[in-house]
């Protein structure tokens, strides 16, 4: 059974860094698709970054030189840097995996199988 963790969230000034994790058990982390999505109130889910087996990464373009996803295999947890943060980065941000197949790991929300109960990021 997978599970994720995720933690770092918390209320940041418009411009500012804040740095989230996301701790992964019962699986296997070095095979997994990961990606971090986040949903606004009253918004869709909102794919961010996906990161593969061998640390290629994907950005949506709404986050893309501002945002940086990175991963830790030796203690199995995800990252996702965030800089330059604008009161539209306001959301709940979530992490999720998926075992990979060998092949590209698409930044859809669809594909991945297992996910964080999330944690609050809020920008003023």
């Known amino acids: 059974h997978v599970q994720l963790v995720e933690s770092g969230g918390g209320s940041v000034q418009a411009g500012g860094t804040l740095n989230l994790s996301c701790v992964v058990s019962?699986?296997?982390?070095?095979?997994?698709?990961m990606g971090w999505f986040r949903q606004a109130p009253g918004k869709q889910r909102e794919a961010l970054a996906v990161i593969d087996p061998s640390s290629k990464t994907t950005y949506a373009n709404s986050v893309k030189d501002r945002f940086t996803i990175s991963k830790d295999n030796a203690n199995d947890i995800l990252y996702l840097q965030m800089s330059a943060q604008k009161p539209e980065d306001t959301a709940m941000y979530y992490c999720?995996?998926?075992?990979?197949?060998?092949?590209?790991?698409?930044?859809?929300?669809?594909?991945?199988?297992?996910w964080g109960q999330g944690t609050q990021v809020t920008v003023s």
């Open positions: 999720a995996s998926v075992i990979s197949t060998g092949g590209y790991c698409y930044l859809l929300e669809e594909i991945f199988r297992n």
């Open positions: 019962g699986g296997f982390f070095s095979r997994y698709c």
